[in-house]
Structures are given as structure tokens and as C-alpha cells.
């Protein structure tokens, strides 16, 4: 049975570039809209459980979808966004040096960003929301709405690349990904 997987929905700091990480920024008009067309196609899914980060992105955009479907929206801090520390809420003209680390997230499972959080801290909150949506959700189609880097580092991890690899990029905001459970 598959899992879908998906991106929130566009934010105002999207549309700004400013990374987000665990800190939070409101849906905009378009990231609304997209989150009613995933709900669309959720529906077309055949999607019976919704579950999302406790980021308040991911709530917007899972509530807006759950709603729309008449289902149950499950919250999981283990799929909140990767955390950046100080980067969280800079533009690159403020601190470039500290943008050069995050641009070459590819090439360590460590950042040199002051309380940042390693690929690998995330991949081991990846394999336990897994472990239990497969554990919980066996007979239903369930989707997940998350972050950009914690699905880059998943989808990575499930195609046999370290978490940190540069083998997979960013999905676009509410973009489904359909991945079979192994």
C-alpha cells in the first residue's frame, strides 16, 4: 500500500526566500489554493488519513486538506522541518557565510550553522514516523504533509543515498509524492 507524501503549501517567507526550518510563516493566497488543489487530488488518491508536521505551515495546509476530505488530521512533531538554528529567519545579504553552509548542506551530514540540526538527527525522526504510520495505518491510504528537507532526506534515505546527499531536491509546495511501503 502506498504512502503519499507532499510539501506544505507556498508561505509568505517562500515567496521572500528566507528559510523557515522550525520557525513559521503563514500560508499565502496561493499556498492556500494549493492546499485546496491537493486536496483534490487527495480525494482522487482515495487518501483516508491525513498527517502533518506540528508546524503551523503544515497544520494550515493539513487542515485545509483533512476538511475538505471529512477526515481526522493527525499532528507528529517527528516530521517537523529540519532545523537550521541561526539561519532560521535570515535573508543571504544578512549573513552570506552562514547561507554558503546551508548552500553546501550536500556534502556533510553536519552543518556549520550554530544549532543546526544533522541529516542524520532527521533521518532518525523519519524512521520513526514511518515505523509508525506503517505500523498504525495498513489497510488506508494516508498522507503526509511535511517540509522540504525532511522529504529531500527521505526520499534520499529510501533510495539508498546518505541523508545528506545532494540525489534528490526540494519537492515544489503541495506536490504529491507516492512512495510504496518496503
Known sequence: MPVFFCRHGQ?????????????NSELTNVGKSQ??????????????HVV??????AVETGTIVSTFLGSKLEIMPEIRERGFGIL???????QPQLWDAFDNKHLNDELNIQGSESASQVAIR?????????DNNTDRNVLLIGHGEWLRIFINIHNGHHPWSDFSVLPDNCEIIK???R
Do not use: M, P
Open 11 to 23: 508561505t509568505h517567507w517562500n515567496v521572500k526566500g528566507l528559510i523557515q526550518g522550525q520557525f
Open 35 to 48: 492546499a485546496l488543489a491537493l486536496a483534490n487530488k487527495a480525494k482522487t488518491h482515495q487518501i483516508e
Open 52 to 57: 502533518c508536521s506540528d508546524l503551523g505551515r
Open 88 to 94: 532560521q529567519g535570515i535573508s543571504r545579504t544578512e
Open 126 to 134: 523519519i524512521a520513526r514516523t514511518i515505523s509508525s504510520l506503517c
Open 179 to 181: 512512495i510504496e511501503k
